[in-house]
């Protein structure tokens, strides 16, 4: 079993900065592709930066130029640094694992980001 801990949400004005991090514990495999996704109300998940354990990495259009994922040294963590925020980034992002040629997925329980104009 894997459990996501995801922190550093929070309320910021338009242009500002947020930094998201997850940490990944129980038994987690190399072929691991970790990645944050967002739900706006009234909207569907979407995709907003994905991973690989290699340091791959694939983003949205519309964050593209503005957020950065990472991982942190033990591969274990993944960060997702915004920058230049836009009101129409308020969501709640969830940090997601996908392991074992993506038969397996897992779910962070999610922290709010607000943008304010």
């Known amino acids: 079993q894997v459990q996501l801990g995801e922190s550093g949400g929070g309320l910021v004005q338009a242009g500002g900065s947020l930094r998201l991090s997850c940490a990944a514990s129980?038994?987690?495999?190399?072929?691991?592709?970790m990645g944050w996704y967002r739900q706006a109300p009234r909207k569907q998940r979407e995709m907003v930066a994905v991973?690989?354990?290699?340091?791959?990495?694939n983003y949205a259009d519309s964050v593209k130029g503005r957020f950065t994922i990472s991982r942190g040294n033990a591969k274990s963590t993944v960060y997702l640094q915004m920058n230049s925020l836009k009101p129409e980034d308020t969501a709640v992002y969830y940090c997601?694992?996908?392991?074992?040629?993506?038969?397996?997925?897992?779910w962070g329980q999610g922290t709010q980001v607000t943008v304010s104009s």
């Open positions: 997601r694992l996908d392991q074992q040629g993506g038969t397996r997925n897992y």
């Open positions: 129980g038994i987690i495999f190399s072929d691991n592709v």
């Open positions: 991973i690989t354990y290699g340091g791959s990495t």
